[in-house]
């Protein structure tokens, strides 16, 4: 066996502890704003969905980059290995740096675009905080390019201490920020840019540590092969349509939101804050999974990246079911910390409950099978099912419940587990199917 239960939980605990931290610094952003009042955590909660929609463009390169790394080190090319690393971080950069750019022009020209509907204070707050959170996109793209080798090695550890030294830095930013200079949005914006900046360079020096089993080095960064960039393209262009228009259908979606009025848009960012611990076992599986399924397609083993996708789906259903119970009995205690009016939290917390029971069923299937196809190769086919699920079910069915039939927010939250439903019954089909075994990737 390529990763015994111990190497899975060396791997994966890192990797949970990472998402509890994302997801502290996204409640802690949304806590401490809110004392800057309902335009100021809807402006930030608007941006964070443009700002979703961007990161994972940029994740999807990523994992293209991470599944062809794997299979190369599943197949012990461990030369081939280090040049993908470089070429990753090359048009990585790349990638983030034109973000940046097209960003800083058309900041007011993108945010007009999603949300031209809402008041001119929320429209001020969302313009302050993109442009300055868009100045870390290359810094993001660098850091991720690190963790991304560190996680084909299995050395998640390292990737957490990292990420807990970079929250840190943020929290400890925003408190500062928020409650020492009063600078509301501007206050929880620079520590992100500071932080990631900070990360950024953290990772790049470990990664070109020389104990490392893939390193990076100078020149496959500055050099440009066609072919393993290709390869890597290969994955990362359809994950990255799906990704980008799963997202987009996300920023689409909060534009809609947007039309409901401060107090849903506001209800909106406090759910978002929150309901994602229940799923924060699924992200740390979306992350792990890429590797492992990478090193056994490269180790032409398709039995074993079958019996760990489902080892680590199994995992997240537990986790999942477990970790949404206790958030709901939590509830009363954590929407204390949001300075809001009683109507917006008890809103929050319906969306809340609803996004829990449909992530019980539906999340592991949705997202977790789905990185596994990727893995293998597959990403055409799970591109298709998530441009038209997103059309059909994220968009269209947002559109039917949220304002034909008048249910505001709750009917946007529907549509998003019909979304998750469509998402699952293909992803299931297909891997039963098997087709996945037959992908040649490298």
């Given at each position: ?141 660098i850091y991720d390019t690190g963790t991304a080798l560190y996680r084909v090695m299995g050395k998640t550890r ?31 914006a620079v520590p992100t840019l500071v932080s990631r900046m900070f990360a950024a360079v953290i990772m790049t ?59 849903q848009i506001a209800a909106n960012g406090v759910a978002n804050s929150i309901d994602q611990i229940a799923v ?163």
């Open positions: 066996m390529l990763y015994s239960n111990r190497d899975l939980k060396r791997m994966l605990i890192p990797l949970v502890i990472e998402q509890v931290l994302v997801m502290l610094v996204g409640m802690t952003d949304t806590v401490m704003v809110a004392n800057a009042g309902e335009a100021a955590v809807s402006g930030v909660a608007l941006v964070d969905m443009v700002n979703y929609l961007i990161i994972t463009v940029m994740a999807a390169l990523t994992t293209g980059g991470s599944v062809i790394i794997s299979q190369y080190a599943g197949s012990r090319q461990s030369e081939r290995a280090d040049r993908g690393a470089g070429q990753l971080m090359t048009i990585s950069v790349i990638l983030a740096a034109a973000i940046l750019a097209v960003c800083l022009v058309g900041c007011n020209t993108i945010l007009r675009l999603f949300f031209g509907m809402v008041e001119d204070d929320v429209m001020e707050a969302a313009q302050i905080y993109f442009l300055i959170t868009a100045c870390s996109y290359p810094f993001l793209a390292i990737t957490m201490y990292v990420a807990l030294a970079m929250n840190t830095l943020n929290i400890v930013g925003d408190f500062i920020g928020v409650f020492v200079f009063q600078a509301g949005v501007v206050g929880v020096v470990l990664a070109c540590g020389k104990q490392n089993d893939i390193r990076l080095e100078r020149q496959h960064v500055f050099v440009w092969d066609r072919d393993m960039i290709r390869r890597i393209l290969k994955i990362a262009v359809p994950s990255g349509v799906e990704n980008g228009l799963f997202a987009l259908g996300k920023v689409l979606v909060t534009s809609i939101v947007a039309g409901f009025g401060t107090l924060m076992v699924v992200n740390a599986n979306n992350l792990a999974i890429i590797p492992v399924v990478g090193r056994c397609i490269g180790s032409k083993d398709d039995m074993q990246a079958q019996q760990y996708t489902k080892k680590l789906m199994k995992v997240s259903y537990v986790f999942t079911a477990v970790l949404s119970v206790v958030i709901v009995a939590l509830l009363p205690v954590l929407l204390r910390l949001y300075n809001l009016s009683a109507d917006t939290l008890h809103l929050a917390a319906t969306l809340i409950i609803l996004h829990n029971l449909m992530a019980v069923i539906l999340h592991p299937t949705s997202f977790n099978l789905a990185n596994s196809l990727r893995a293998a190769g597959d990403a055409k086919f799970t591109m298709e099912v998530g441009i038209s699920s997103m059309i059909v079910f994220r968009l269209g069915s947002a559109v039917l419940f949220g304002k034909i039939l008048h249910l505001g927010v709750l009917g946007v939250w529907i549509a998003m587990g019909l979304d998750w439903l469509a998402r699952s019954v293909a992803f299931v089909w297909r891997y039963k199917l098997g087709k996945w075994r037959n992908i040649n990737t490298i």
